[in-house]
T-cell receptor, first 113, second 111 residues
Framework: SAVISQKPSRDICQRGTSLTIQCQVD?????MFWYRQQPGQSLTLIAT?????????ESGFVIDKFPISRPNLTFSTLTVSNMSPEDSSIYLC??????????FGEGSRLTVL | EDQVTQSPEALRLQEGESSSLNCSYT??????LFWYRQDPGKGPEFLFT???AGEEKEKERLKATLTKKESFLHITAPKPEDSATYLC????????????FGKGTTLSVSS
């Protein structure tokens, strides 16, 4: 497994502002994934972040709204831009292993007023 | 469309009362099926991976099984500390490494 640290663990933000979530892994990993977990819903993949290339976004998610950085093999950031109350959610960073399983951080709980 | 459906949504058990959680899936070629446990305010914790029909995995009071259409998570003689949301996810061959998650089953075990 991997130790995955996310910051902030929670935040309350105003509509129209942006927030950047940081994800730090204790070992080098090729692929990092950002998920969103809305209340009562499944975990939904936002994008895959590969070091040295642009993130790959899933249908319904765009780079202007959720820009992602991946400057090295142990770190990534997800920004939630121009937030609205509909963006209130838990955002989760995860890393993959060879068997296909993912390991998750503790999540960042975002509330937008 | 690849899909994962978990049932029931919520399950209440008495301590020691065994039961099973269901995960039904439709996927274009299964690469792997995964079970996770999620406690409130925490990220999902990996439990098991199953790769082929007939495979079984066990960990303490939990046993996961897999058929061609569904997976079961059997909980034997549960304890209050087993209370959590259990998530099922599948990885399809065509989806690369992305996992598709169900909505989860919230288990409450009372003493």
């Amino acid at each position: 497994s991997a130790v995955i640290s996310q910051k902030p663990s929670r935040d309350i933000c105003q509509r129209g502002t942006s927030l950047t979530i940081q994800c730090q892994v204790d070992s080098q990993v090729t692929m990092m994934f950002w998920y969103r977990q809305q209340p009562g819903q499944s975990l939904t993949l936002i994008a895959t972040a590969n070091q040295g290339s642009e993130a790959t976004y899933e249908s319904g998610f765009v780079i202007d709204k959720f820009p992602i950085s991946r400057p090295n093999l142990t770190f990534s950031t997800l920004t939630v831009s121009n937030m609205s109350p509909e963006d209130s959610s838990i955002y989760l960073c995860s890393v993959g292993r060879s068997g296909g399983e993912l390991f998750f951080g503790e999540g960042s709980r975002l509330t937008v007023l | 469309e690849d899909q994962v459906t978990q049932s029931p949504e919520a399950l209440r058990l008495q301590e020691g009362e065994s039961s099973s959680l269901n995960c039904s899936y439709t996927v274009s070629g299964l690469r792997g099926l995964f079970w996770y446990r999620q406690d409130p305010g925490k990220g999902p914790e990996f439990l098991f991976t199953l790769y082929s029909a007939g495979e079984e995995k066990e960990k303490e009071r939990l046993k996961a099984t897999l058929t061609k259409k569904e997976s079961f998570l059997h909980i034997t003689a549960p304890k209050p500390e087993d209370s959590a949301t259990y998530l099922c996810a599948v990885q399809a061959n065509q989806a690369g490494t992305a996992l598709i998650f169900g909505k989860g089953t919230t288990l409450s075990v009372s003493s």
